[in-house]
C-alpha cells in the first residue's frame, strides 16, 4: 500500500498544533515507504526488530533518528548502541544496567525511556510502580547508570475498545510521570518526554499528557502481522 500522504499532513500538523513529537512507525515496511516521509522532511522512525533496524540504518540516509521501540534482549543491544537515537521500552533495571554497559563500549550516552506496565494484560513488558521508583533512584541519586540519560517514560494501553480504560491506564502513567518529575527537579531537567499512544489511542494519550505518540498503521497501512520476539 502506497503511503498516505494526506493522513501525514494532518497526523503532522495535529501535532505540532500540539507540541507533540511524531514517531513514525515503520516496522515491516520497506525502505521506499520510509524515504517518501524522508522526503516530506520526517526525520523520527520507530522500529521493533533488531536486525531489521541495523539493515535500514545502514541503508538509509543517516540524518534518520531512529526509535527503538520494540522489546530488547540484552545481547542484541550492542548492534544499535553506536547509532540508536532513543530507546523507548527499557522494561527492568537488568536491561538498563546492559545497556549502560554498551554505551560505554560506544563512548556515547544512549537516550532512554523507562516502560511501565500499565496495561490489564499480563503479556505486556513493563517495569511495576516500586520498581519504577526504585530505579528513577538509582538513575538521579545513585548516578548508577552513567551512560545512560533517562528522558522520560514509555506504556502501552490495554488492547480494548474501552476508552475508559485507555484513559485511565494513561492518566496513571502521566501521574507517575509527574511524580518523578516532581521528586527529582533539577536532577530530572531531561526527563521531559512521555512517549504514550499509537494509532488506534494517540488522541487519548495526548489528551492525558503524551509528548510523543508512536504511529504506524495510519501512515503506512496495516502490517502483516508478526510476532513481536
Ligand atoms: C507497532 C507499534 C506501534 C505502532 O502501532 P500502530 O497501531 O500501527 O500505530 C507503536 N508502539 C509500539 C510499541 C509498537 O510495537
Not at 83 to 105: M, N, P, T
Request: aromatic letters at 10%; hydrophobic letters at 40%.
Amino acid at each position: 500500500m502506497p503511503i498516505d500522504q494526506v493522513a501525514y499532513d494532518a497526523l503532522k500538523r495535529y501535532c505540532d498544533e500540539r507540541g507533540v513529537q511524531l514517531i513514525a512507525v515503520s516496522k515491516t515496511k520497506p525502505n521506499e515507504d520510509i524515504m517518501v516521509l524522508y522526503e516530506l522532511g520526517h526525520r523520527d522512525f520507530g522500529e521493533n526488530y533488531v536486525q531489521e533496524l541495523v539493515k535500514k540504518q545502514e541503508e538509509l540516509p543517516k540524518d534518520i533518528r531512529w526509535h527503538f521501540i520494540g522489546h530488547l534482549q540484552s545481547n542484541k543491544i550492542k548492534y544499535i548502541a553506536p547509532f540508536v537515537s532513543l530507546i523507548h521500552g527499557v522494561d527492568s533495571a537488568k536491561l538498563l544496567q546492559a545497556i549502560d554497559k554498551e554505551a560505554r563500549k560506544a563512548n556515547r550516552q544512549i537516550s532512554c525511556l523507562l516502560q511501565v506496565h500499565i496495561a490489564q494484560e499480563e503479556t505486556k513488558f513493563g517495569f511495576d510502580l516500586d520498581e519504577l521508583r526504585k530505579t528513577a533512584a538509582e538513575l538521579f541519586l545513585e548516578k548508577k547508570y552513567s551512560h545512560v540519560s533517562l528522558k522520560g517514560l514509555m506504556g502501552m494501553a490495554s488492547f480494548t475498545s474501552d476508552e475508559t480504560i485507555i484513559a485511565a491506564e494513561f492518566q496513571g502513567l502521566k501521574s507517575i510521570f509527574d511524580e518523578i518529575k516532581s521528586t527529582y527537579k533539577s536532577e530530572a531537567e531531561g526527563f521531559n518526554t512521555l512517549s504514550m499512544g499509537m494509532s488506534s489511542d494517540y488522541k487519548i494519550a495526548v489528551e492525558y499528557g503524551s509528548t510523543m505518540i508512536r504511529v504506524g498503521s495510519i501512515l503506512f497501512g496495516a502490517r502483516e502481522y508478526k510476532v513481536d520476539s
